[in-house]
Each structure stands twice: as structure tokens, then as C-alpha cells.
């Protein structure tokens, strides 16, 4: 199979350059006017991939069938009224893959404003979303006050308390917000328009600003059984930055990879059953945290699974990960088991430690052949941990699916009735099933055949409390035996790839760029025990420091 770039790919970004600069040049800072996107036939393209290696990547369609660009350009154009590519190109350097450390330096040193860097991030959205040789499909809303409330809060700068503040966050799309719908992907979802989710508040409380709503697989990967990760009816084909339709965008958060890892955002915020953080952090070279179940707040996140579910920050850097899960983290009265969160712990606080002298971790047998996973052990070796082969015992973790099932037909009627929209028209998973039939082409055109399982589902409750005790026991004991018999401190894993078992035992996870096979990124992903997070957190940050493997893709610079 082959896969090319574009012949076109630059002369398209140029005329769409072109079209700002000579608008934008007619008068000083006349309004900047955004190219029409006018849909492109994608048949070749999908035909290209038609015998990918992938079954995740043999596409039926990139493009939305539902969604109009268009609409997304009127929410931005009003909000670059006074911003041109003259100063996209003199701002570039203050936060192209900065940190946000970075950025807020720029800021004290009156090199740039939060104004100005909200509008930096839309421009660079349109500039990339705009050509069909380089849009991703990641972004499905922008906030439409996003630069208004930049503006407010430059003009109170002085209130700034949190790192947070000012910074243009991303929303995976399953995460209320008062501004913008939250649709989970879903047409019979895009009029869902609600109030904050818990975290949400959380961020905005410390002045962070939600940016807009990124892609994700339709209801987090849980509606159909083989559609590509990142394809949702409304948002379309969510591709990898590093290889669009070459790569796997990893899901359901792929949106949210997707667009940290093409700086459209300083961070984004994604959620995780089981490898929907790790998997779409590892595919797209950034770090992805995966809590610990009880750590945030998943009030006002359209569910999969009570028991498993958890959100999570996206980054390009271990200390913005810090940064971003400080911002979440709290007790919501109305989610119980965050009763066990502490708001208290400095996560940051430990970024400066520079040695893993006397830490063991295990590095699992059956990764060992992984050339990437053996030069991260040296790695870590030579900053002074010691590293133990270790070979877990393989649980099967049987009744996996139907955990997932039977918590999903209660879990999401319950957000519909309790933080859902209430002109919404279905109330379960059967009337969103019929709601879709209407229309499968535009709605399901890879089916939902994980719905019907959902519905088919007829688990009794006293079944599923003694099924999910025994699979966070078998979860435990994957980690916990060989981390009891060789006194490790944390183990090693790569990607997602171990993420069952950190799902069911409440283990939290950190995945780290670890280098790129071929061009295809991959993450060295830590494990700890359950509210651990700073623990991993400082390893994460030692590793990357010494490691600096995550580059800007190729053409997203």
C-alpha cells in the first residue's frame, strides 16, 4: 500500500494564507475573512486505504456527513477581527510547543497576552483545518467567547492564583459545558446543550479557558464494533498528525491527542474506561494521565461505565499534565467516590527532582523484544533506577464486556435525566438504537453493534457487584504480586497495552513519548498504585527530561 502526501498540500495552505494576508492588508487589522471549505471528494483517498494493515484504519469516510466546516469558521472569524498572520508568525516562537511555564513567562514579560494567544490558537485551527491535505478532524466546537473572555481575564491579571490561568483548553466532547453542546459524537446529541460538568467548572474557576470541543470515537468507542478509532457522525475521521490515514489516531480521546499533539491547544482533557487516555496520548507522542477512579469528578461526563470511568489531562509535557490535573482536581458532592480525593497535593511540587536513585520498577517479560521499550529501561538505568524482568500472571478478565454493558444501560440514562439537555428526545440506549435507523448513513454507517449488546444486556445486580469485584481483584493481583515479590515501586508498560488490568484495579497510569517506530509514535507507560499520581508524575518528568523524545509533526510546524 502506498501512502502519500499531497502534491497539493502547500499551494492550498499558501492560497488560504494568501486570502488572510490580502484581507487582512487591505486596511490595518481589517476583519480577517476565512476561505469557504468546500468538501473535497475523499474516494481516492479511502480507496488508499482500503487494504491498510489496520482494520482501525480502513476507512468508510473522512469527512462529517452531518457537520458543515462552515459553521465552525462563523464561530471563529468574528473572534480574529483584529489578528492577521503577521501576528501568528510573531507569536509562534512564545508558544509553539511551549510549556505552559513558557507561556506564562511570555506573558509577564508582556511578549504576548491571553487575547492574543486564544487568537493564535483558532488562526493556526483554521490554517490547518482548512486544507484537506492537512485537516485532522479533531476539532468539532469552538467557544465563541473564548478571545472575550481572554480579554477579561488580561484586564484582571492581577487575580491570576493558578498556572492555568488564561490557558486555551480542549474538551473531549463526551465533557459538559454551558458554552457548547456536548454530543459524544452523536447526531441525536448535537442540540445537547447543558451545564458545566464538575471539572469543567474546576478549571474555568482558576481561569482556564475552554478553547472548544475536540473529536472522539463516538460515545467513546462503545457504539459499534469495528469502527476506526476516532470517527464520530458528527466530527468525521479524527487522523494522526504524524501520519494522517497512516496511523492509528489510538481512541476514544483522539480528538483530543490529536490536537495537543498539532499544538491547537495548550492542553485538552480526555476521559478513559480503558485506554481511551493512554492509547490516543502514546499514538499521538504526548502525555496522557489516566487517574486513579475517584480522583476527578465524571459529574457531567457522558458515561460508559461508573465503575471504570475517569477523566484525564492531555499535554504536551509531564508538568503541564501537573498543571492541568491540579486545575480538576476536587470533591463533587454529587460524584461520592471523589470523597477520597485530596485538592491539597501540589503535583508540580516534585517537578524538580532529577534522580530515580533506588527505585525499582518491573519491565514485563513479553515487551522486552520492543527496541524502544528496551532503550527507555536504559534510560531509566542510567538515571539510577533498577530495572526487574517481571511476568505477571495473564488473567482473562472475563466479563470485561458485560461490566461495560450493564453499567452503560444504567449509567447513561442516568446523565440524560441528570445532566442532559431536557429537550433531549430519548431517554436509553433503545431509543437512541431506533433514533439511529432513521438515518444509518449519516448516523451509523459502521452499525452499533456495541449498543445492541448494551441493550441485549440483562445482568442482574447482585451478578455485577460480585463480576466487578472479581475483576478488580484479578486487576490487582496482575500488578500486585510481582510488585510484592520483587518490592517494586511502579511497573512499566508500553502504550495501552496494559490498561485492562489498570481499569478494573483503579490503577493509575502515565504515558510518555518514548520514540517512534518507523515514524509511528510510542509511549513508555507507568503504573502505580492507586492515588499515586505524584509518584508518577515524578518519574514521568525525570524520564522526558533526560529522554526529549516527542517532536512537533512534520508538517504541523
Known sequence: MKFTSSTTKGIARLIILLVLIIVSSCCEKENTKIPTWVPYDQAALIAENADHPSERVQYKLIQSRFSDKNELWAQIEPQLSDFNVKDYDALKPFILERSITDIQKAVADKRLTYKQLTQWYLYRIVLFENDSATALNNIISVNPKAVEQAEQLDQHIKDKSHPIYGMPILLK???????????????????????????????????????GKANLSEWANFL?????????????????????????????SSGSGSAVAANYAVAAVGTETSGSILSPSSSNSIVGLKPTV?????????????????????????ADNAILLSAMVGNDPLDEITMASDASIDYTAILNEKSLTGLRFGAIKNFMEDSLYQLALEDLENLGAEIIEI??????????????????????????KNYGNPNLTVANIQEI??????????????????????????????????????????????????????????????????????????????TV?????????????FVAKPFEEAKLLKWGNIYEEASHKRKVPENYQ
Open 173 to 211: 466532547d463526551n465533557i459538559n459545558t454551558e458554552v457548547l453542546p456536548t454530543t459524544a459524537g452523536a447526531v441525536v446529541f448535537a442540540d445537547n446543550i447543558t451545564g458545566d460538568a464538575f471539572i469543567a467548572d474546576r478549571i474555568q474557576e482558576k481561569g482556564g479557558i475552554i478553547l
Open 294 to 318: 475517584g480522583l476527578l469528578s465524571r459529574g457531567g461526563i457522558v458515561p460508559i461505565s461508573s465503575t471504570l470511568d475517569t477523566p484525564g489531562p492531555m499535554t504536551k509535557t509531564v
Open 391 to 416: 511476568e505477571p500472571k495473564p488473567y482473562q478478565l472475563e466479563g470485561f464486556l458485560t461490566l461495560l454493558n450493564a453499567d452503560m444501560k444504567a449509567d447513561l440514562p442516568a446523565y440524560i
Open 513 to 525: 513519548p518514548m520514540g517512534y517506530d518507523e515514524g509511528q509514535p510510542k509511549g513508555l507507560t
Open 224 to 252: 459499534c464494533t469495528v469502527c476506526p478509532n476516532g470517527y464520530s457522525a458528527v466530527g468525521g475521521q479524527t487522523l494522526n498528525p504524524y501520519g494522517p490515514r497512516k496511523f492509528d489516531t489510538g481512541g476514544s
Open 433 to 510: 438504537m431506533a433514533y439511529n435507523l432513521n438515518d444509518t448513513i449519516v448516523r451509523i454507517p459502521y452499525g452499533q453493534g456495541r449498543f445492541e449488546g448494551v441493550a441485549e444486556d440483562s445482568t442482574k445486580l447482585d451478578s455485577l457487584e460480585i463480576l466487578k469485584q472479581r475483576l478488580m481483584t484479578e486487576g490487582k493481583k496482575y500488578f500486585s504480586e510481582p510488585m510484592e515479590k520483587n518490592k517494586l515501586d511502579g511497573i512499566l508498560s508500553i502504550n495501552n497495552w496494559s490498561a485492562g488490568y489498570a481499569a478494573v484495579a483503579h490503577y493509575p497510569c502515565l
